[in-house]
């Protein structure tokens, strides 16, 4: 059963390599919030110190003291200090970077726990039957937890390296009591239980995906830190309020509408109010949408009206207008008095290869036989004529068409009952 182990990074076991003594993870960088160290082949870092992060299941890691004298490398697979008993890992990262990550994730020095030793042939049989117990587990305990009828969901479970704990994710949007729960899966399952509430966006992460961008999910991938997202987010950037458009696999919002949120707000910093119309000779013309970056404003003199015809103005012109308005002055057009001649961009799309369509190289072919044919007619008209000209001057008259009786005639001799006779004149 290998699928197991893709969700500890894994595409294939871990495997035992005799001639340097240990085991580890061959797929190494394949995982869920995988990070490049880059300071990886500088030799004899002053700075790296004993510090390790090794990573779990999904997206589960955690920072250890490496203190057994032993070097370690990515890809290691070791068992740490768990509570109770030991957990098993892979090595994600070493060295300075270990420092900066701690920094990061606001993780205290003072409570880091243990590196015990690289991983035996032992440690890795018992975490390997831990993981192969995880997808019957996860049943049963979603079959129990329906039975007893308690609103929530379990997402996920996690098995530690001796089989001696077992932790359950779920979710739920109300306070959930789960004593009699607890109860049941320790009679079932025969091992210590503790559950963890988290939310979708974590959910989403530990599950994985791919996302409307054709890219693994942000949230499996590389974003651990989880920001509130609000549709104004949406609105700064001028994007339509489509809830199937703006929710991800998780049922939230998109993480990605935070990316480019400050950009928009620092370009929108000198743009008028749109909820204020301009007021003209015509009558108001209120604002339809916005293009940030091109600063430019279309407005229309239909309220809510798709349909409606769409002036586009410069933000100075629309600007210049409300000062106008301000000040009592109607505009009496709102192209002319813009002072500039606004045109829609016109793309002019060019092939740059220079292939119009797939039968281009037939059309060339029948051009060039309609092209001869087409010389033949007339070199053949030309000298037939020249002929009939000169028949006529001599007073000759031929047959054209003498010789193509003769091949008739001889066609028809051919094909007469007798020749399939053989040599009757011979004997006669």
Request: glycine residues 8%; charged residues 30%.
């Given at each position: 059963?290998?699928?197991?182990?893709?969700?500890?990074?894994?595409?294939?076991?871990?495997?035992?390599?005799?001639?340097?003594?240990?085991?580890?993870?061959?797929?190494?960088?394949?995982?869920?919030?995988?990070?490049?160290?880059?300071?990886?082949?500088?030799?004899?870092?002053?700075?790296?110190?004993?510090?390790?992060?090794?990573?779990?299941?999904?997206?589960?890691?955690?920072?250890?003291?490496?203190?057994?004298?032993?070097?370690?490398?990515?890809?290691?697979?070791?068992?740490?200090?768990?509570?109770?008993?030991?957990?098993?890992?892979?090595?994600?990262?070493?060295?300075?970077?270990?420092?900066?990550?701690?920094?990061?994730?606001?993780?205290?020095?003072?409570?880091?726990?243990?590196?015990?030793?690289?991983?035996?042939?032992?440690?890795?049989?018992?975490?390997?039957?831990?993981?192969?117990?995880?997808?019957?587990?996860?049943?049963?305990?979603?079959?129990?937890?329906?039975?007893?009828?308690?609103?929530?969901?379990?997402?996920?479970?996690?098995?530690?390296?001796?089989?001696?704990?077992?932790?359950?994710?779920?979710?739920?949007?109300?306070?959930?009591?789960?004593?009699?729960?607890?109860?049941?899966?320790?009679?079932?399952?025969?091992?210590?239980?503790?559950?963890?509430?988290?939310?979708?966006?974590?959910?989403?992460?530990?599950?994985?995906?791919?996302g409307t961008c054709g890219r693994e999910l942000c949230c499996a991938s590389w974003v651990s830190v989880f920001a509130s997202v609000s549709t104004s987010a949406a609105r700064y950037q001028e994007m339509s309020l489509n809830p199937q458009k703006l929710a991800g696999q998780c049922g939230k919002l998109k993480c990605c509408l935070n990316y480019e949120l400050k950009c928009y707000i620092d370009a929108q910093a000198d743009f008028p109010d749109t909820s204020k119309p301009l007021e003209t000779v015509q009558g108001k013309a209120y604002h339809s949408k916005t293009d940030v970056y091109r600063r430019m404003m279309w407005y229309s003199f239909e309220k809510d009206n798709e349909n409606a015809n769409f002036i586009p103005l410069d933000v100075d012109v629309v600007k210049e207008i409300i000062r106008l308005n301000r000040q009592g002055i109607l505009v009496e057009d709102l192209v002319s008095n813009s002072g500039i001649q606004i045109k829609e961009p016109v793309i002019n799309y060019q092939n740059a290869v220079g292939e119009d369509s797939i039968n281009r190289f037939e059309e060339k072919r029948r051009k060039k036989k309609k092209k001869a044919g087409k010389e033949n007619r007339e070199t053949g008209e030309n000298r037939g004529s020249g002929e009939n000209r000169g028949n006529r001057e001599s007073g000759e008259q031929k047959e054209i068409r003498k010789p193509q009786e003769n091949v008739e005639n001889k066609f028809r001799e051919d094909r007469t009952p007798d020749r399939f006779q053989p040599n009757r004149n011979k004997k006669n």
């Open positions: 059963m290998i699928d197991q182990y893709i969700t500890r990074g894994c595409l294939i076991k871990p495997v035992e390599n005799a001639e340097e003594d240990r085991i580890w993870n061959v797929c190494s960088g394949c995982n869920k919030m995988d990070v490049f160290n880059w300071l990886e082949t500088i030799p004899d870092n002053e700075f790296a110190g004993n510090m390790v992060e090794v990573r779990f299941k999904n997206t589960r890691k955690g920072y250890f003291i490496n203190n057994t004298g032993q070097p370690l490398f990515k890809g290691d697979v070791v068992a740490v200090e768990g509570s109770p008993g030991h957990d098993v890992g892979i090595v994600s990262l070493t060295g300075e970077l270990v420092a900066l990550q701690m920094k990061r994730f606001n993780v205290p020095v003072s409570n880091l726990k243990k590196i015990y030793r690289k991983a035996k042939p032992n440690d890795i049989e018992k975490w390997f039957q831990a993981i192969e117990k995880e997808p019957e587990t996860i049943r049963l305990a979603r079959q129990i937890a329906t039975n007893l009828e308690l609103d929530m969901k379990i997402s996920d479970v996690e098995f530690q390296g001796d089989k001696t704990k077992a932790t359950f994710y779920y979710i739920s949007d109300e306070r959930v009591d789960f004593r009699q729960l607890i109860k049941e899966y320790a009679d079932c399952f025969k091992v210590r239980i503790e559950m963890k509430q988290i939310g979708a966006r974590q959910e989403a992460g530990k599950v994985g995906g791919i």
